[in-house]
């Protein structure tokens, strides 16, 4: 039988869960504040900030907004993070992607505390992940572990196939996957066969950033098939995934909207939680 997998039910629970913590923080006097650093105004980049803002009122943390002009030096910008970096009352700081061609992205990422770091995209965190250390993990797929843990899909000693290899998903989603005790192969653009090799897996996650790419001939009968793409058309959002196609050979899949996607937020909203036992240590 095919189980959609309902990420907005269960980022909603992951959300009432933080909302939780909180509000118990907040009984001891702690606030928690999340600075939000947009640069310029692209529309979609609007979008997930005031939905990472919304997310913020939502749990009760507090949000604090920097809307800086898209002519913003590279030197203001890493100014600014570093004042954050100072304040106290600050317990996150999430620098919105893409910057301005003009100003290079790894170095603010770098520039941004570790302790602070709740998209997970700090070196420090990363190589924290991989000899697994504490520290923040990146949050589409930190969300993907909790879909599939939450969905009661057993992850230990499954064939799991990643196809992409960004800094963002593929790589730190292979990285938990093998903490969870998968055994994990990670596909991407000259990978030979790729059909085959997606055939393996029981647990196929597809981070590869073309629309309805992956078909039933990828998946084999019974899989965990996760869709991480999200692409905007005229009809409406569609993923990664042809869903019409895969659904009926899958034994989980994530649909989008409504898989993965609201998942990142809540993983925010977790490590922004999570970050005050971080900086109290
Ligand atoms: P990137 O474009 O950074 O990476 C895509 C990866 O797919 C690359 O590793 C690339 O390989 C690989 N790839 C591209 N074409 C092929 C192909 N024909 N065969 C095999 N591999 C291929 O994308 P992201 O990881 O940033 O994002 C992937 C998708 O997920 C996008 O649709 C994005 O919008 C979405 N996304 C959704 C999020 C959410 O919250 N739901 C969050 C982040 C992303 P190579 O390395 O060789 O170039």
């Known amino acids: 039988m095919m189980n959609i997998i309902d990420g907005k039910a269960i980022s909603k629970q992951i959300k009432d869960e933080v909302k939780e913590k909180v509000a118990a923080l907040k009984a001891q006097g702690v606030t928690v504040t999340l600075a939000v650093v947009q640069v310029g105004n692209d529309p979609a980049s609007s979008v997930y900030v005031n939905n990472k803002k919304k997310a913020c009122a939502y749990t009760g943390m ?3 907004s920097f809307e800086l002009p898209e002519e913003t030096t590279q030197e203001e910008l890493l100014s600014l993070i570093e004042e954050l970096n100072n304040r106290k009352e600050i317990n996150g700081i999430l620098v919105q992607l893409p910057l301005p061609e003009h100003i290079d992205e790894n170095a603010v990422i770098r520039a941004i505390s570790p302790k602070k770091d709740v998209d997970g995209f700090h070196p420090q965190s990363v ?3 991989c000899i697994g250390q504490p520290g923040f993990v990146s949050c589409t ?3 993907i572990i909790e879909l599939l843990k ?4 057993e992850i230990a000693g499954k064939e799991c196939v990643i196809i992409g290899r960004s800094n963002i998903v593929g790589k730190p989603m292979a990285l938990l996957m093998l903490r969870e005790n998968a055994t994990v192969t990670i596909t991407h653009s000259k ?4 059909k085959d090799v997606c055939k393996r897996a029981d647990i196929l996650i597809v981070a590869i950033g073309k629309p309805q790419m992956i ?3 990828y ?3 019974g899989a965990v098939v996760i869709d991480v793409g999200i692409h905007r058309r005229e009809e409406g959002l569609c993923g990664d995934v ?4 895969v659904s009926g050979h899958c034994s989980y899949i994530t649909p989008v909207p409504g898989g993965v996607g609201p998942m990142t937020i809540a993983m925010l909203m977790h490590n922004c939680v999570e970050s005050v036992a971080l900086q109290t240590e």
């Not at 939450?150 to 899909?153: M, P, V």
């Open 219 to 221: 998946v084999k009968e």
């Open 62 to 64: 507090e949000s604090e």
């Open 150 to 153: 939450r969905s009661g899909i």
């Open 215 to 217: 078909t039933e001939e």
């Open 127 to 129: 190589g924290a992940l």
């Open 191 to 194: 990978t030979k066969d790729l």
């Open 141 to 143: 797929p930190a969300g």
């Open 242 to 245: 042809d869903f019409e196609r």
